[in-house]
């Protein structure tokens, strides 16, 4: 046969078989053709009966990818998540626009039909383990829930071996001990992998994590985020990371969307949004951004310096150890810690949870009693066997608590909350009381508005500027502030260090601060020690310690700290 002969052929027996398949081209076109989006988010609303609280937002989550949604507190972030996994919570809640999962549109299905995505396809990693997790069920009876859903996994045996590989695959040791707890049993850490494990445990190809490390200490939320990463690269799940933490954005996103007030400011790959930001407020956004910005309080200091030289020391503890007992153990909380705070200045104890820091905090407080040490204020002991001694010293030590909301009497009105303690001491007549009220809250800036509602209706900073003025009204000369600003997002928690490094400045107030963020610490301490499992691993200016820490484990805390160098590392 020659050549044109059996070129014809060929030709002949193709078109014979693409007549007896005549799908064959199309099926090899669909092979060859991009798989969906995990997730695809387009024109987005929510609507609570008639406020629309999220405006048209579109994004997409790939295979293996990580998108951040971020924004300071009431941006629309948590909203969307929930809406997207149908949890919204109430049936006056309006979603309208497309949510495709897996090129599936779902916004038109049916509760029962939607069901079988959630956890399967969908996993969630809600903000708070402590109160997600059922307080009176143990860890193995809600693991055994989550393992229910893996299908075939019928049996008791094949269940508890799913959840005990879970527990193994998130990094928790001895999971049979971890089974047998109840929550309140174990750390925030602990709490968090676990609710992880529950997560991943039905297989799902899509991860929602919601503030899933707002509450850990920076050396735990590195554990926790490196998990997710662990995670995504091995499995290829996507991840829809909701937080408020820029820096956390920076470093684990690969694209992120900025929200303000549920409209999309920005979006696209992180290097690019962090590196040469478009909105005015992504760039306030990383302003406010502690480990972005070390200096952003050296001016009001430098100021105070000017006003109030430092003196000599107005807070001193001297080798004090605290050591709590139980039948079976003893935990050391403290181990002969010592330091120093010159009249006007501020020192902070950092360190893990567990450390110590609080421990030492409400010791100075009066509130625990050591077994040996010694602690004073000015010239004065803090000795809680003499009760009329302490009370005498309370009225220039006041504490900021970490949590205002459960700090604040929700029955009072703010103005009351703040009056309260002058009533307590009988300062002055009902004239002079509410005088040092108005001067509290203006020294907090919390407008007059607020002042007659209650605790309840403000939102978080507004609840913590409450809880500073409260602490204020005696006009103490120190403050031990217990995580002030652990729970804010970015840009709250500026404002109200802000509004601290100014009472310093105009009032030369000495300040114990207790944190677990060493970004905010280089920000706002002239000195600190680093505390872990209750001894003093090193002390000394903020400027000496983080240009050349002398530990391993100081250098790893400033590890944590995700900073300019970070942004886009994930992508």
Request: glycine letters at 8%; hydrophobic letters at 45%.
């Amino acid at each position: 046969m020659n050549s044109t002969a059996a070129s014809t052929a060929d030709a002949s027996t193709a078109d014979a078989s693409a007549a007896e398949a005549p799908d064959a081209t199309a099926a090899t076109a669909d092979t060859a053709a991009p798989a969906p989006p995990l997730l695809q988010v387009e024109d987005l609303r929510v609507a609570y009966g008639p406020a629309e609280v999220v405006h048209g937002v579109s994004f997409a989550v790939g295979a293996g990818r990580a998108l951040a949604l971020i924004g300071e507190s009431g941006s629309g972030k948590s909203t969307i998540a929930r809406a997207v996994l149908r949890l919204l919570g109430t049936r006056r809640a309006r979603v309208d626009g497309s949510i495709r999962i897996e090129g599936r549109e779902v916004t038109g299905l049916r509760e029962r039909e939607f069901l079988p995505l959630r956890g399967r396809v969908l996993g969630f990693v809600p903000q708070d383990p402590g109160s997600s997790l059922n307080p009176v069920r143990t860890i193995r009876a809600q693991a055994l829930e989550a393992a229910a859903l893996v299908p075939g996994a019928r049996r008791g045996t094949e269940r508890e071996a799913l959840v005990h590989a879970a527990l193994e695959r998130v990094g928790l040791p001895e999971p049979g001990r971890i089974l047998d707890s109840f929550p309140h049993q174990l750390s925030g850490g602990q709490l968090q992998r676990v609710l992880i494990a529950l997560a991943i445990l039905p297989g799902p190809r899509l991860l929602i994590a919601d503030e899933p490390t707002s509450a850990l200490d920076v050396t735990v939320q590195k554990q926790i985020l490196d998990l997710l990463d662990e995670l995504r690269a091995e499995l290829g799940i996507g991840i829809l990371l909701i937080t408020h933490d820029l820096a956390l954005a920076a470093s684990r996103a690969d694209e992120v969307v900025v929200l303000q007030q549920g409209e999309v400011q920005e979006a696209g790959p992180t290097a690019t949004v962090f590196t040469v930001p478009r909105a005015e407020y992504t760039r306030a956004l990383q302003a406010d951004v502690p480990g972005l910005n070390p200096d952003r309080f050296a001016p009001l200091r430098a100021e105070r310096d000017a006003r109030h030289p430092a003196g000599v020391a107005h807070v001193e503890a001297g080798r004090i150890s605290r050591t709590f007992r139980t039948r079976d153990r003893e935990v050391r909380a403290l181990a002969e810690v010592s330091f120093t705070i010159p009249r006007g200045r501020t020192h902070a104890l950092v360190g893990e949870s567990g450390s110590g820091k609080s421990t030492a905090a409400r010791a100075l407080l009066g509130l625990e009693t050591l077994d040996a040490g010694t602690l004073s204020v000015g010239s004065r002991p803090v000795d809680p066997a003499d009760p009329v001694g302490l009370r005498a010293l309370r009225r220039d030590l006041q504490l900021v608590h970490q949590n205002p909301f459960t700090s604040l009497d929700p029955r009072f009105t703010i103005e009351r909350i703040v009056r309260e303690p002058l009533e307590h001491y009988k300062v002055g007549d009902r004239a002079d009381r509410a005088e040092r009220t108005a001067w509290a809250l203006e020294a907090v800036r919390l407008p007059e508005a607020l002042r007659g509602r209650r605790p309840g209706a403000l939102s978080g900073g507004q609840r913590q500027r409450v809880a500073i003025a409260r602490a204020l009204a005696l006009r103490p000369e120190v403050l031990v502030l217990d995580e002030p600003t652990s729970a804010l997002d970015v840009t709250v928690q500026a404002s109200i260090l802000e509004v601290l490094a100014t009472l310093q400045r105009d009032l030369g107030l000495t300040y114990l601060f207790i944190s677990h963020d060493l970004g905010v610490v280089r920000q706002f301490a002239d000195t600190l020690t680093v505390l872990r499992r209750g001894e003093v691993v090193e002390s000394g200016t903020v400027e000496e310690i983080f240009a050349a820490p002398r530990e391993e484990y100081t250098r790893r805390l400033i590890a944590s700290i995700p900073a300019r160098q970070d942004v886009g590392a994930s992508a």
